[in-house]
């Protein structure tokens, strides 16, 4: 009686095959979710993890000591935790474009066939660049209204320009981002968008 044969080894799944699915500017495949994204992505990823996040939960621990523990309420705080969630939001925008995490209605795009799930994604895409650059030109036009009127945070006089500056720079990054993104999937598929 012949020894039996080993079970042939298995193969491994898609997202380990990484340069056929890979992100032009991210770098990694962008079916791998649980990577830490990297390039323009990662560096507003660990700049909200590691700066943004830990700031708004000491403002806001130090508001409520002063507030109920000294009754002196800190005026400015407010206006911290606002300015420092607005510019996480708006900093999430490429970490979700690069962990493709975009919402779309699941029940009907797994359904699809390869053909039209990359019809469907390259129109994503697209819709998101048209939204993401109509948000960097918005945001840029009101910067320099910004500017001229000097409009800033009411305790603590920051001024709004350069957060909708940044607003402007990341919705534009990531709009062109999105562009190359359907051109390069585009041939990548041999054309076929």
């Known amino acids: 009686m012949p020894a039996p ?10 997202a380990a095959a990484a340069p ?7 770098g990694a495949a962008a079916a791998d979710a ?6 323009l992505a990662g560096a507003v990823h660990r700049g909200v993890a590691y700066a943004l996040l830990p700031t708004i939960v000491l403002v806001v621990a130090a508001e409520v000591v002063a507030r109920y523990v000294f009754r002196a309420p800190l005026r400015w705080s407010e206006e911290v935790v606002s300015l420092t969630l607005l510019i996480a939001f708006v900093g999430s925008i490429p970490v979700g474009v690069a962990r493709d995490a975009h919402i779309r209605v699941e029940s009907l795009y ?7 799930r990359r019809a469907a994604d390259a129109l994503g895409a697209l819709c998101g660049a048209i ?5 960097a030109l918005g945001a840029g036009r009101e910067a320099l209204g910004m500017l001229r009127r000097g409009d800033g945070t009411e305790h ?13 720079l990341i919705a534009g990054a990531t709009a062109l981002w999105l562009l190359v993104r359907v051109v390069a999937r585009g041939r990548d598929d041999g054309g076929r968008a």
């Open 34 to 39: 649980a990577a830490p994204p990297r390039g």
């Open 20 to 26: 056929a699915g890979a992100d032009p500017l991210l």
């Open 5 to 14: 044969q080993p079970a042939p080894a298995p193969e491994p799944p898609a």
């Open 110 to 116: 797994e359904r699809f066939g390869a053909p039209m």
């Open 156 to 168: 603590l006089g920051v001024p709004h320009w350069p957060l909708a500056v940044l607003v402007a």
């Open 131 to 135: 939204f993401l650059g109509m948000l």
